[in-house]
């Protein structure tokens, strides 16, 4: 299988300085064709597994996920080594050195699944916004699985300017969606048109939303998350925080 990218040839001083003015960057063809087909792979034995989950009643997958519509499908790679593999890669390193730093640790990853046909939005909200306390800076890296075009529901980022913030706001439950809005203008935002390989990289104070999915065929991410420092709960409990970079180098991959 091609190795990933390397990370200086991926990132650049512009991608960074869209980062730190506009708090998001995308790179097109970032991930090899062989390497999504993997991952896209991983998604199917992963939405195989949340819709037995949610088929079971299980009340603690069923808050955002929708069978056929929407999936959430997180910490799959704590079993998976193909998807350790990705995440462990000096691609993801290069994202992390550009955004969080030299120290940063894995706090979420999982799969983001629209269904064809009628696959559900998802509101205006900062990543942030989910996470009911105060956290350090994390990033976002969203790896599109599909081309992403308007019909099939691709994000639409609010670069701070627009948004007139970059700090965390209070967000409010959409009862019938369950998401938690943070948003409430009438600024569209700018859709991100990328083709499957692709990085989307935002901050966890950048506003986004997706709409719903009119086409026949799903549109998948995968997403990961890295903190610059753990995050740590009110009650002194950790959110998910393995460590993937220390002093700018990448942890062994267990």
């Known amino acids: 299988m091609p190795a990933l990218a390397a990370a200086p040839a991926l990132v650049t001083a512009e991608h960074r300085r869209q980062y730190e003015d506009e708090g998001w960057f995308a790179v097109e063809n970032a991930v090899p064709r062989e390497r999504i087909e993997v991952l896209r792979a991983e998604c199917a034995l992963g939405i195989e597994h949340m819709n037995r989950r949610i088929d079971a009643s299980d009340p603690t997958v069923c808050e955002l996920n929708f069978r056929d519509k929407r999936y959430f499908i997180p910490y799959l790679a704590r079993e998976r080594q193909p998807l350790r593999e990705f995440i462990y890669s000096d691609l993801l390193a290069g994202v992390c050195r550009a955004t969080v730093g030299g120290e940063a640790y894995l706090s979420l ?107 026949g065929a799903l549109r998948r991410l995968y997403l990961t998350q890295f903190s610059a420092k753990p995050i740590v709960r009110p009650d002194g409990s950790v959110k998910m925080a393995e460590p993937f970079l220390k002093d700018g180098r990448i942890v062994a991959c267990a």
């Open 109 to 215: 990853e999982q799969f983001v699944v629209k269904g064809g046909g009628g696959g559900m939005k998802f509101g205006w909200h900062q990543d942030a916004g989910y996470i009911k306390f105060d956290n350090p800076p994390f990033v976002t890296i969203l790896c599109a699985l599909d081309d992403l075009s308007e019909a099939n529901g691709t994000l639409h980022i609010l670069p701070y300017g627009r948004a007139g913030t970059r700090e965390k706001v209070e967000h409010v439950v959409e009862p019938e969606s369950r998401d938690w809005i943070g948003y409430h203008g009438d600024d569209p935002g700018i859709p991100v048109l990328a083709p499957a390989g692709s990085l989307i990289v935002f901050s966890c104070y950048t506003f986004h939303r997706s709409g719903p999915n009119h086409t």
